[in-house]
């Protein structure tokens, strides 16, 4: 069996090997560019590790792994596109680089190649797969508009603000676990408790996110922190601190939420030193391991060997602690 290490190895390999076309350049640079970029290659290796815990046959699972990477990379550029995000692994984002209809168009053809490559999954499982990966994708466009909408809005409950990272980040590390399970032969529950295995990790990494966005070392995590703040993100940081905070801290929390002029490092500075007035990263951290037992409860569930399971537990763990 794989290790999660190996796994990304494997996968990295095959990415940089994966066919591209020459021509145009203008459109196909892009491509090249933005997966020659590295990352931590998880979700892919995560279709390698569920498909070799029933099949010991992680080959049978590369390209379906390689069509969610790429789609998670089409993402991520056009997410720099909308979060006006200038880095991306600590390198020029795409649109900065070369420009945004580039951006955009590059982000385009990258979508169309993960569909293509998913198309190539063994035909036992094809409708299967195919089924997971094309709603999983436009589950992931769903979550991404809420994230803009809520940009507008004052005010953004608990509850609506988990809806929309389930959509935007969980439910793709999710059916990365599901699509690997199927086309590893797993049943339909042990295929399902691995959906949960991972959507409830999903969030539990989303949260850790945006905890970095604040709280991480720009040198580690490869972006500056603080775009959250400045964006006006409705992250749990915020929910949390509007709703525990005091009558004066609330009105300047409103204020630096409606002002259109400001100093950026003022504001970052100002906004932080409320959430850790009101204790928010303890809190934020407390909802990150509730959704990390909630994972490992859906993982004790499946109908494997504990032993074949400790590569997932072990990825659980690292989890709780990255700094990126």
Known sequence: MYTLPEAQKLVENHIQNLSIPDAPPELYEPVK?????????????????????????AEAAMIPALAIEVFHNFTLLHDDIMDRSELRRGKPAVHVKYNENTAILSGDVMSILASRLMNQAPGVVLNAVHDIFTRTAMQVCEGQQLDMNFEELLTVSEEQYMAMIELKTAVLIAASLQIGATLGGASQKDAEDLYQFGKNLGIAFQLQDDLLDTYGDPAVIGKKVGTDILDNKKT??????????????KKELTEWLTCREFDPNEKIRAVTEIFNTLNIKDLIEKRIHEYYEKAVSSLKQLNREEGRKAELYHFASELLNRDR
Do not use: E, H, W
């Open 236 to 249: 749990l940081l915020m929910i949390q601190a509007l709703d525990s905070a005091d009558a004066g801290q």
């Open 33 to 57: 560019y933005v997966l020659s970029m590295g990352g931590k290659r998880i979700r892919p290796a995560l279709v390698i590790l569920a498909c070799d815990l029933f099949a010991d046959a």
